[in-house]
């Protein structure tokens, strides 16, 4: 696996790639969620490129951004381990040469659910997607079903841009217990790891949002939106309190 450090290095090894390229995007911290993109992406494409970037322009909370987890080391053991050809780390610098001046912002369904309380995280993370795509010119990019929201927006800019980009959904990997797999499922107290599978199991029951939104915060959650959008219910809830603030998102198809 090469290690990229900077744009000159990705655009030298872009030169001399051959075949398709598939593009996985993350914030490090991996897991078998991301693994799972990994091996679909080298599945589907020749060479298969990941990037690892905490991406500050997404995250309205610097606490939140602080709190991050980190953990390279193993990051690099499990890319190298599932597929992935080069390992892309740019900074902020070689990102966003401009400070954050230019923005890629959706103004419709970026508003509602994680951007409602969320101010200008999707416009963080379609400027970041925007860039990295532009630098690394993927055939796919593989995404998780886990941000279904970020999914359909990416999708949305991918055709509004007229990128010629395929972006391919990956089905969320779950905890044996239901949880699906989150890097800031790090962060979680050994009890609110306890109470964490409960937040799948209500948000997958038969009733109405606001029934299952009750029942979550009967069990100690605070939730920040339970909403049934076509054929999904959509769900963020923060367990703990000030310091220790867990958020977690998640979605299911309704029968
Ligand atoms: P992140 O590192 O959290 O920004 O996520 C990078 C990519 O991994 C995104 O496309 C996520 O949707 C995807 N991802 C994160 N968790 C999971 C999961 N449990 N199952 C499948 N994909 C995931």
């Known amino acids: 696996m090469e290690i990229l450090k900077s744009p000159d290095e990705l655009k030298n090894f872009l030169e001399l790639a ?28 020749d060479i298969c490129i990941a990037s690892i970037y905490v991406n500050p322009t997404q995250f309205d909370d610097p606490q939140d951004l602080n ?4 953990a390279i080391q193993n990051d ?23 400070d954050y001046t230019y923005q890629v912002a959706e103004r419709i369904f970026s508003k509602e659910l994680c951007g409602k309380t969320r101010q200008g995280h999707f416009t963080g993370v379609l400027t970041v997607l925007m860039k990295l795509f532009l630098m690394i010119r993927p055939d796919k990019v593989f995404l998780g079903e886990k941000d279904y929201q970020q999914l359909e927006l990416v999708k949305g800019m991918v055709n509004a ?14 905890e044996s217990d239901g949880l699906a797999m989150s890097s800031r499922n790090k962060n979680l107290t050994p009890s609110q790891r306890q109470e964490a599978p409960k937040f799948f199991e209500l948000l997958s029951k038969r009733g109405d949002d606001s029934q299952i939104s009750e029942e979550l915060v009967k ?13 999904r219910r959509y769900g963020a809830v923060t367990l703990g ?3 220790n603030k867990v958020r977690l998102i998640d979605n299911v198809v309704l029968r």
């Not at 709190?67 to 980190?70: A, F, I, S, V």
């Not at 690099?76 to 040469?97: C, I, K």
């Not at 069990?219 to 054929?231: A, I, P």
């Open 18 to 45: 051959r075949g398709t390229i598939g593009f996985v995007p993350t914030m490090g911290a991996l897991h078998e969620g991301h693994v799972s993109l990994f091996r679909k992406a080298k599945k589907d494409s």
């Open 67 to 70: 709190r991050y987890p980190n």
């Open 76 to 98: 690099q053991e499990l890319m190298r381990a599932n597929g992935v050809d080069s390992a892309f780390f740019p900074t902020y610098h070689q990102l966003y040469p401009d």
């Open 161 to 174: 841009f007229h990128m010629g980009i395929e972006i391919v959904g990956c089905p969320t990997i779950r």
């Open 219 to 231: 069990c100690g959650f605070e939730v920040d939106y339970v909403v049934s959008r076509k054929d």
């Open 241 to 243: 309190s000030n310091g």
